[in-house]
């Protein structure tokens, strides 16, 4: 499934400067201009240059912090990234785009805690996204809190959006279950899913339900163009490989984490916590 990121339900925290202003700080306007064009770099030097040089308006530099921040996540910098979004949050407590966006550069950089407290602060701003609920929810599980994981997929599943495939959030909810001992049937038996059940991800719903089996399962995922495939391999590889995993068959689940490693696109929610698990199972082998 791609991922949606956090930042679809909100406004883009960077604002347009007027003629006046852009004149006054022309390496803010810089910046501007780069992040507009994509050139990461010469938007992190000009920013940078706009939050040194002392006359910039005192409303203008959070725009300014969050800005480079971004272009710090695009370099993969996150460190820093995150470093610039605290910034934000100091001078603009109740700003989410800049916790959504901290959220994702700890995630990014490991830091699982962090990415929670960042997404349980966007709930309390952000109270009625299913997306945000869903997000949340995968990020709580990657910390391995799977009892609040499972509470923010059926806050998400009660939403009941139009033009959203809440089957994910119903496959992430028997994860939930597994991870925490119970079954994925019994995880998913009391939610209603929504969309079409014919549908990709119907397969690994029905699997994760007791309705069909894995060569079920893998015939279906082969179904489909070539994209296609690639795309129902990589969540295959990351859902069963979680299955196995649940019930002692690391091997198994060590190739399955690794398919999906190698076929999910950089966008697709399963991608992270695949890496993660790979690297649990890879380091837990070592002398």
């Known amino acids: 499934m791609l991922f949606l990121g956090l930042l679809v339900v909100f406004l883009s925290a960077s604002s347009i400067v007027t003629s006046a202003q852009a004149s006054a700080f022309a390496d803010f306007n810089q ?38 921040g971004e272009a710090y996540q695009r370099k993969q910098e996150y460190a820093e990234a995150v470093a610039d979004f605290s910034a934000v949050i100091k001078q603009e407590p109740d700003n989410p785009e800049a916790y959504a966006r901290r959220s994702e550069s700890s995630l990014a950089l490991g830091n699982y805690e962090a990415a929670t407290q960042d997404c349980e602060q966007l709930t309390l701003l952000k109270p009625n996204s299913a997306t945000l609920w869903a997000a949340c929810g995968r990020i709580a599980f990657m910390a391995g809190r799977f009892d609040q994981a499972a509470s923010h997929f059926r806050r998400a599943l009660q939403f009941g ?28 038996s009391g939610p209603v899913q929504s969309g079409d059940r014919h549908a990709w991800p119907a397969p690994l719903v029905e699997f994760f339900g007791g309705q069909i089996g894995e060569d079920a399962l893998q015939g279906a995922a082969a179904a489909g163009d070539a994209t296609a495939q690639k795309a129902q391999q990589c969540e295959v590889g990351f859902y069963l490989g979680e299955w196995k995993l649940a019930y002692q068959k690391k091997a198994e689940a060590e190739s399955l984490f690794q398919t999906a490693v190698q076929l999910c696109p950089k966008n697709f929610i399963e991608l992270y916590p695949a890496k993660s698990e790979l690297k649990k199972i890879q380091q837990a082998a070592m002398p």
């Open 31 to 68: 910046g501007l201009e780069a992040r507009n064009r994509n050139d990461a770099d010469a938007a992190i030097a000009a920013f940078s240059r706009a939050l040194t040089g002392g006359d910039l308006l005192p409303g203008l530099k959070p725009v300014a912090l969050y800005d480079r």
């Open 161 to 188: 959006e139009r033009d959203r495939n809440a089957s994910y959030d119903l496959l992430w909810l028997g994860l939930t279950g597994l991870k925490s001992g119970r079954t994925a049937a019994g995880e998913m």
